[in-house]
C-alpha cells in the first residue's frame, strides 16, 4: 500500500495543540499508519514549529466553527492538548464533540501539589494575585508570569520586583522598581537558590503549570520558607476523560480503535 493510500485509510486525529506534550504525541501518532494526524493551532505565534502530520493554524471560529471543522474533515477522535492555562478551547472542545459524538480525550500534565514545608497561597486571577501581593506585605517578590499579565502587578508601590522574561517587552512596562531578567527554561534547582539567595527574595507569584521545567523555584522556595503565590489552573469541563502522559493518550486510542474507530 502506497503512503497515500495508507492516508486515505487512516482515522483523521484532531490535535489541539500548543503545547509540548501536542508535539511529542503528534511525533508518536504520526510515525503508526493506523492514524492521520491534524495539528491545530491557535496562531498566536508568527513563525510557529509545525508538528509532525498535518498542521492547520488559527481558531475554528467557536463551537459552531469546530463543528463544522470536525464534520467537513471527517474527524474521528479529538485529543485536547491545549495548555493547562488555555481557558476556552477546552470548553468549546467538549460542547463541539457533545454535538457530533465524536470522543474527545484531554491530555494535560498533573498541577503542582503543595507539600510539607511549602508556603503556598491559592489564587484564581492575576487580579487576586497582585492583591496578595499588597496585603502580604512582601517586599522583594520573583514575578514569574507572562508579559501579558505584568500590568496587574505594577502599580505596586510596596514591593521591588525581580521579573524573569523569556525576552524582553516592548516598552518596558513602567514600574517603581523592578530588575528585568531574560532567561528560558528549564531551570536547575542550584540556579534557582542562587537566585532567591543573590535577590533575597521573599515572594514568587507564579501560575500552576505543572511539569519540571519551572518547578525547581518551588523546591528552592520550599527549602528557604520563600513564601508562593500560586494562580490556580482555570475551570475545566466535567465529563470530558483526561490523561497525565502521551503513553495514556496512545492507549485510549487503541481501546478506540477496538471498538471500530478506524473502519
Ligand atoms: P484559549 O483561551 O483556550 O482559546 C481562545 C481561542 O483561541 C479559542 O476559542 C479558539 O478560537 C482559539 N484557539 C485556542 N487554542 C487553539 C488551537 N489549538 N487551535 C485552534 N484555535 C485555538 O487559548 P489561549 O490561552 O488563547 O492559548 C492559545 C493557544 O496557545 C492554545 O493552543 C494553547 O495551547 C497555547 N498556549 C497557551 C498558554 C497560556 O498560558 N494560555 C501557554 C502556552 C501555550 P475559536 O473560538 O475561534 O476556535
Known sequence: ????????????????????????????????????????LAGRTADPRHAAGETRIGGFGGVAGLVRYLDEHAIRAVLDVTHPFAAQMGWNAAEACRITGIPLLRLERPAWTAEAGDRWQSVTSWTEAAAAVRQSQAQRVLLAVGRQELSHFVDIETAWFLIRLVTPPAPLPPFYAAEWLYARGPFALADERALLDTWAIDTIVCKNSGGTATAAKLLAARERGVRVIMLQRPARPAGVPTVADGEAALAWLERLALVGLNR
Open 1 to 40: 500500500m502506497s503512503d497515500g493510500e495508507r492516508r486515505v485509510m487512516a482515522a483523521k486525529l484532531l490535535i489541539l495543540g500548543g503545547t509540548t506534550e501536542a508535539y511529542d504525541l503528534a511525533d508518536r501518532l504520526a510515525a503508526l499508519p493506523d492514524w492521520h494526524v491534524i495539528t491545530s
